[in-house]
T-cell receptor
Framework: ETGVTQTPRHLVMGMTNKKSLKCEQHLGHNAMYWYKQSAKKPLELMFVYSLEERVENNSVPSRFSPECPNSSHLFLHLHTLQPEDSALYLC?????????????FGQGTRLTVV | GNSVTQMEGPVTLSEEAFLTINCTYTATGYPSLFWYVQYPGEGLQLLLKATKADDKGSNKGFEATYRKETTSFHLEKGSVQVSDSAVYFCALSDLMEYGNKLVFGAGTILRVKS
């Protein structure tokens, strides 16, 4: 039990579908993150939320739309995706005010776009 | 900006062999350093960390020492097992306006054969 739960674990969607990924943390952390992990590529930081405010958006296409309604929940809304968006999407949380803080990761959602 | 460089893999070893995975970093200030491990089909888990120069992080037989003079944080294990097969990520904490975030290396695949 990592304290960070992602649902669903697996998702297959067509290019015209709309779906959402969900992340929930019960660690009392103030920051939450979305990462994309593609085959043979480094881990890509997509979005950072701190105290429910988006503080980083690393040139992510608009077909990915994050939402952070409160400090415990983070969503990634998906629409009109492309096959190259197929990847493992990882959510993480941390308490960013501390220098030595680590991030806690969920198990990820394996997304396949067909 | 801060960055992390890891040795490229995959690294293939026989059971009970000695493991070293090199990691060097570029940073301003004195970041904390981390090693994460990702087992097949899972998210990232913290393996060990070190928060200041000359600190040694250790866990499950793995060790890494924070070397400020060589800006390195190499991961070592004296005798690897098949169950250690995974992807290993080196990371550092990067101070942002909103707090700290983690910067990851590209990851090194480790395969241990029986």
């Amino acid at each position: 039990e990592t304290g960070v739960t992602q649902t669903p674990r697996h998702l297959v969607m067509g290019m015209t579908n709309k779906k959402s990924l969900k992340c929930e943390q019960h660690l009392g952390h103030n920051a939450m993150y979305w990462y994309k992990q593609s085959a043979k590529k480094p881990l890509e930081l997509m979005f950072v939320y701190s105290l429910e405010e988006r503080v980083e958006n690393n040139s992510v296409p608009s077909r990915f739309s994050p939402e952070c309604p409160n400090s415990s929940h983070l969503f990634l809304h998906l629409h009109t995706l492309q096959p190259e968006d197929s990847a493992l999407y990882l959510c993480a949380s941390s308490q960013p005010g501390q220098q030595n803080t680590e991030a806690f990761f969920g198990q990820g959602t394996r997304l396949t776009v067909v | 900006g801060n960055s992390v460089t890891q040795m490229e893999g995959p690294v293939t070893l026989s059971e009970e062999a000695f493991l070293t995975i090199n990691c060097t970093y570029t940073a301003t200030g004195y970041p904390s350093l981390f090693w994460y491990v990702q087992y097949p089909g899972e998210g990232l888990q913290l393996l060990l960390k070190a928060t200041k120069a000359d600190d040694k992080g250790s866990n499950k037989g793995f060790e890494a020492t924070y070397r400020k003079e060589t800006t390195s944080f190499h991961l070592e294990k004296g005798s690897v097992q098949v169950s250690d097969s995974a992807v290993y990520f080196c990371a550092l904490s990067d101070l942002m306006e909103y707090g700290n975030k983690l910067v990851f290396g590209a990851g090194t695949i480790l395969r241990v054969k029986s």
